[in-house]
């Protein structure tokens, strides 16, 4: 993981295995995430970087000057309770903030080291290569199964020359091809919730995204659809970005190999802290990320 | 088996003794308000009904109050007044429906439905003569509507609910100023437009204007409503992947929203199906197939109703009744057949 670089308050590279941990289940479930990581991680290119965010609702200061840096072929978690700006922050991530009426922002977010918030760029590219998956599913209702996951293709005007191949790579890869392979023809809306949420993320997959955005992907999923979906979140890491809000801290220590802390002190929300899952988990620097990770408060 | 041995109870429900004193509160109120009529000068249907509520009112209350106090009679009496509503509404709309079969059911006939009425007077006897020719031109009318105003009243939906521009307030307001325009005030725009002004002549074409002033607000506010019922996460998971904001709706919203926005169609028709007073500036009164829709008067259901009923005789009195039966059938028609279609179409 030595090729992982992102930007703390420290300024330190953060990628070394904790030594001398307290053994607690969350950090060793981290540990263990940590270590099978490792052996498959291969470089992908730059990543996406936030430099200075700030994010107003109006006259509301929701984010106050986050910088991330989320290397490319990494998994980070967002954390931190309800309000403290992860859903606003990783919103302005592919430019889906501005829809918020009366919103605004400052600060940079660089795509392999080009500034998304450039004037004269075109937004609609940003989004095609910074896709994302939202909390609640929602496959397209009048579509088909096969229609919802090729959708990208006709909304955002790409021409593929084999269909039938991308559909089946993409829902392979989100883990329900097995699943709806007989049926894809079938309407979306009789899927089951994890069914539907894996169909989203197998939408999103099909323009071929960079980097993956998942805001609480699994908060109105049952366990046993969640797992199938961490499960998709680790094939997938081999190949792409991937940030994650999740209110889960056990999620977040077995999909991430970064996790950054967010937190509101009734003002703007900042990010407190940011390090390898295991090491947020078992040694956190700051007093408040242990607070918050050890369940003292939020 | 476990389950046979145990006993489905309803203990919530009704017991014998409930049902006896619901049934006794009714036979009394019924008693009463007959005991009333023959006492009193009152007489009819309305005083049998008016009397049994308000005695019905009063002795359920008492039974009522005996259990439940003073709550229980304001909780009663809530749920009667409502079921009051409801029975009147329903009154209202049977016998208008009854009314309409009953007395419409008589005149209907081949003839009737396939030939016009050049060669029938309003004294000729039923079975000479028919409405095609206003059946043709009341379709003809509810097309040119249609293919005008829904267009116009989706994207002006569109508008307000998708683009929200500065404009959208002030179309706002007017889309519901125009909602309360009277519709011979309609059909004298249209005269007052063009019929005085230019060239055209009273048409099948400017009744459709006509109406489609009518149509437009209905259309709009109703498509309005079904568009702000898709969910913001559908448009959001449109745009998330790159799509255009026009592709996200011709793809997304639009769809998501077919049925309603058939149901805004199907509203709207129902709103200019049976309009009389604009058509009399803007199509006229005619008794024969008249197939161009840009020249000339057409023969309508609601003109051939309105002359039927003015001219005083039993048969043309029965051919406006019969008439109004027949554009009841044609609206229920076009109602079942928006409706499958659309259904059909979502499903494939």
Redesign the interface.
């Known amino acids: 993981m030595s090729q992982v670089n992102y930007t703390n308050q420290n300024g330190k590279l953060m990628s070394d295995q904790p030594k001398n941990t307290t053994p607690s289940s969350l950090s060793d479930v981290a540990s263990k995430r940590a270590e099978s990581k490792v052996a498959g991680t291969q470089p992908l290119g730059t990543g996406l970087e936030a430099r200075g965010v700030h994010a107003w609702f109006d006259k509301h200061h929701a984010l106050e000057d986050v910088s991330l840096d989320f290397s490319a072929g990494t998994v980070t978690a967002l954390i931190g309770p309800s309000g403290c700006g992860k859903s606003t922050f990783i919103r302005t991530l592919n430019r889906m903030h501005e829809f918020i009426p009366h919103t605004s922002m400052a600060g940079q977010v660089l795509l392999d080291g080009k500034d998304i918030y450039e004037s004269g760029i075109d937004v609609t590219k940003i989004r095609l290569q910074i896709g994302m998956v939202f909390q609640k599913p929602n496959p397209f209702p009048s579509m088909t199964i096969g229609e919802n996951v090729l959708s990208g293709l006709k909304l955002a005007q790409l021409k593929v020359d084999n269909q039938e191949d991308l559909l089946e790579e993409c829902l392979t890869r989100a883990g329900l091809w097995t699943e709806v392979k007989d049926r894809l023809g079938a309407h979306a809306g009789g899927l089951s919730g994890g069914q539907q949420q894996r169909l989203c993320i197998a939408r999103a997959l099909a323009v071929k995204p960079k980097v993956l955005l998942m805001d609480e992907p699994c908060s109105a999923l049952d366990p046993g659809s969640t797992l199938r979906i961490e499960e998709t979140i680790s094939q997938l890491s081999k190949s792409m970005t991937i940030v994650i809000v999740t209110h889960n801290m056990q999620q977040a220590a077995r999909v991430s190999d970064y996790t950054a802390f967010f937190l509101s002190d009734g003002g703007p929300g900042q990010m407190i802290e940011v390090g390898p899952t295991n090491e947020i988990f078992s040694r956190p620097r700051d007093e408040r990320t242990e607070n918050y990770v050890t369940g003292r408060f939020g | 088996m476990t389950t046979s041995t145990v006993q489905k109870m309803r203990p919530w429900a009704a017991t014998p003794k409930d049902r006896f004193i619901t049934g006794l509160s009714v036979f009394i109120s019924a008693a009463l308000s007959v005991l009333i009529v023959a006492a009193t000068p009152m007489k009819g249907k309305l005083a049998y009904f008016g009397l049994f509520f308000l005695a019905w009112f009063i002795v359920d209350s008492i039974f009522v109050a005996r259990r439940g106090g003073a709550k229980g009679v304001r909780d009663g009496l809530a749920a009667k007044v409502t079921l009051l509503g409801g029975i009147i509404v329903c009154m209202v709309v049977f016998s208008i429906l009854w009314a309409t079969i009953s007395r419409g059911l008589k005149g209907l006939n081949l003839e009737f439905f396939t030939s016009n009425m050049r060669n029938a007077s309003l004294f000729d006897p039923i079975g000479k003569g028919g409405i095609l020719h206003a059946i043709l031109g009341t379709l003809m009318l509810i097309t040119i509507a249609v293919v005008i105003s829904v267009p116009m009243g989706i994207l002006t939906a569109l508008y307000l609910t998708e683009i ?1 521009g500065k404009a959208a307030p002030l179309i706002q307001f007017l889309v519901q100023a125009m909602s309360g325009v009277p519709s011979v005030v309609a059909g004298l725009f249209i005269y007052a437009a063009i019929i005085l002004n230019t060239p055209l002549r009273s048409s099948a074409f400017l009744g459709g204007l006509a109406l489609t002033i009518l149509m437009v607000p209905t259309v709009t506010r109703t498509a309005q409503e079904v568009l702000n019922l898709v ?1 913001r ?2 448009r ?9 904001q026009w ?2 709706v011709a ?2 919203v639009v ?2 929203a ?1 049925s309603g926005l058939i149901t805004a169609t199907i509203l709207g028709v129902a709103r200019i199906a049976g309009e009389t007073a604009p058509l009399l500036f803007t199509v006229g009164v005619f008794d024969s197939y008249n197939f161009n829709p840009f020249k000339g008067d057409q023969g309508t259901i609601p003109t051939v109703v309105w002359r039927g009923l003015l001219g005083g005789t039993p048969e043309s009195i029965q051919r406006a009744w019969s008439a109004i039966l027949v554009l009841l059938i044609v609206v229920l028609i076009m109602f079942v057949a928006a409706r499958t279609l659309g259904s059909r179409s ?2 494939n």
Request: proline share 9%; net charge positive; aromatic share 0%.
């Open positions: 929200k969910p996460d559908l959001e998971a449109g745009l998330a992947m790159g799509a255009t592709k996200t793809l997304v769809p998501a077919r979502s499903k």
